[in-house]
């Protein structure tokens, strides 16, 4: 009988095994020193036997519901308008969120924002009076809104 040769890998052909195996063992590192830290910082919470569960449920006391918190903004602080405003939004004490409100419902009515420009708000009469001018941004509208309300 003939004696076969086995085939003994080169060199070259054997490079590419050790390449794929050594990241393997570097990513291994970091996930173990992960997990060690994990079981190191949070410690297992001990189950309650269902009748310490009742016992702690019991012991707490019930809570009063919260009041709500007083609005201390400045928004929300009652102005009077002017002579000219109260022509659109009334005579009423209203916070400035409320008079921005009704400026925007009024012009929105009466279809005064600019077509080409939607930013931009074209004054009719009333509003002339208030804004100045004959066209406002309504970033500056409430800005000359706010010196019509004391």
């Known amino acids: 009988m003939a004696t076969e040769k086995k085939s003994v890998p080169t060199q070259k052909e054997a490079a590419p095994a050790k390449k ?13 020193a992960l997990a060690a ?3 190191a910082a949070a410690p297992a919470k001990k189950a309650l036997t269902p009748v310490k569960e009742k016992a702690a449920a019991k012991s707490v006391a019930p809570v009063a519901p ?10 929300m602080k009652p ?15 209203l916070p400035r969120t409320e008079v921005t409100k009704q400026v925007w419902a009024y012009i929105k009515k009466h ?10 708000i074209n004054a009719d009469a009333k509003l002339k009076v208030i804004f100045e001018k004959k066209q406002v941004s309504m970033f500056e509208m409430t800005k000359l809104i706010s010196q019509h309300l004391t």
């Open 111 to 120: 279809k005064l924002q600019d077509e080409a420009d939607r930013r931009m």
């Open 20 to 32: 794929a195996a050594a990241p393997a063992k570097k990513a291994a590192a970091p996930v173990k």
């Open 37 to 39: 830290v994990k079981t």
């Open 79 to 93: 102005m009077t308008p002017s002579a000219a405003l109260a022509a659109i939004v009334g005579a009423a004490a």
């Open 66 to 75: 919260v009041a709500k918190k007083a609005l201390a903004s400045a928004f």
